[in-house]
């Protein structure tokens, strides 16, 4: 079956430090999108993809990148990782059209 | 983005119906209403969506007011695995390339045995 990964599902890392965080899928979908998630808040966009080559930024993006060099994949980079960063994770995919979105499970990021 | 607006929080019963409004009163005539819902350590998962008719699926209803200013997410008997949060989306078919999902707050259902 069709599915979207994400890796690791639990991270901790240190202040200051470059992590990457995986979302993998197998639908062939034109769109990834990566959101944060933190009590009170909601999901947040922090960026976005249409296609391969093709990034946004979203809502939250400052501290925060991303890639897309093939269709199935779309890493997020925390360039310097603070404090402020911890929180879940939700990478998500689509088909063009207002489809429904596929969610991954998440990765929850501790930075200490 | 055309606003929504949701309860916080709302309770029900054990495999009783359960009717979850959402405000939208600046809807445009392209935007879409999608429902998602996230169920405890999970990652959003989609419900149901429409334009302007009354929708069914497997999952729920989706009620449409006719001025279209507000709709119903309708869960026909509630289980346990229901709790959770729900989410109503506004997407604006109309604009080009918007493919993104903006999430409000949402409504935290709790389902009592």
């Known amino acids: 079956d069709a599915e979207i990964t994400q890796s690791p599902r639990h991270k901790i890392t240190e202040t200051g430090r470059q992590v990457t965080l995986a979302c993998h899928q197998t639908?062939?979908?034109?769109?990834m999108f990566w959101y944060r998630q933190d009590l009170g808040h909601g999901l947040r966009l922090i960026h976005y993809?249409?296609?391969?080559?093709?990034?946004n930024k979203g809502e939250v993006s400052d501290g925060y990148s991303v890639s897309r060099s093939n269709t199935e994949d779309l890493p997020l980079t925390l360039e310097s990782a603070a404090s402020s960063q911890t929180s879940v994770y939700f990478c998500?995919?689509?088909?063009?059209?207002?489809?429904?979105?596929?969610f991954g499970q998440g990765t929850r990021l501790t930075v200490v | 983005d055309a606003k929504t607006t949701q309860p916080n929080s709302m309770e029900s019963n054990e495999e009783e119906p359960v009717h979850l409004p959402c405000n939208h009163s600046t809807i445009s005539g392209t935007d879409y209403i999608h429902w998602y819902r996230q169920l405890p350590s999970q990652g959003p998962e989609y419900v149901i969506h429409?334009?302007?008719s009354n929708v069914n699926n497997r999952m729920a209803s989706l009620a449409i007011a006719e001025d279209r200013k507000s709709s119903t997410l309708i869960l026909h008997r509630a289980t346990l695995r229901d709790a959770a949060v729900y989410y109503c989306i506004l997407r604006d078919r109309g604009e080009f390339g918007n493919e993104k999902l903006t999430f409000g707050t949402g409504t935290r259902l709790t389902i009592i045995p």
């Open positions: 639908w062939n979908h034109n769109n």
């Open positions: 429409g334009l302007t």
């Open positions: 993809s249409y296609g391969v080559h093709d990034t």
């Open positions: 998500a995919s689509s088909r063009t059209g207002l489809a429904e979105a596929f």
